[in-house]
């Protein structure tokens, strides 16, 4: 999954950014990680990636969460949250897809 944070401009000279958690929840399975915003220079966005060690094989309700954890990150205007399946599921919609093109162009020939 991926989303954009990032670090606010900070009018008070210090050096603002920090750290948040996303949290997603699928089904009854719940996967967090901390983003360090502090790196970033003041003002700017960055792509953060979202990954897990293992395949989510579960299914259900997908609930996002980011919190503050410490400084200032930018938590608002998150936005371009990509759910991205597994390469067998790919596989299979498209052999999915191949199929109809094939029963339309059959029958079109009849």
């Known amino acids: 999954m991926s989303f954009y944070g990032g670090r606010s401009k900070d009018s008070s000279g210090s050096a603002g950014g920090g750290v948040f958690t996303a ?3 699928i089904g009854s399975d719940t996967y967090s990680h901390d983003y360090d915003t502090t790196l970033l220079a003041q003002n700017s966005w960055s ?3 979202f990954t ?3 395949p989510i ?3 259900g309700t997908l609930s996002i969460q980011f919190t503050q ?3 200032k990150p930018w938590l608002d205007n ?3 949250v990509t759910v991205v399946p597994e390469p067998s599921s790919l596989a ?3 052999l999915g897809m191949v199929s109809l093109l094939g029963f339309r162009r ?3 020939g009849i």
Do not use: D, E, P
Request: glycine share 12%; aromatic share 8%.
């Open 47 to 49: 792509l953060y990636t």
């Open 57 to 59: 094989t579960n299914g």
């Open 52 to 54: 897990t060690s293992t």
């Open 23 to 25: 949290t997603f929840t």
């Open 106 to 108: 059959r029958r079109a």
């Open 78 to 80: 998150v936005s371009n």
């Open 92 to 94: 299979l919609a498209g």
């Open 69 to 71: 954890k410490t400084g």
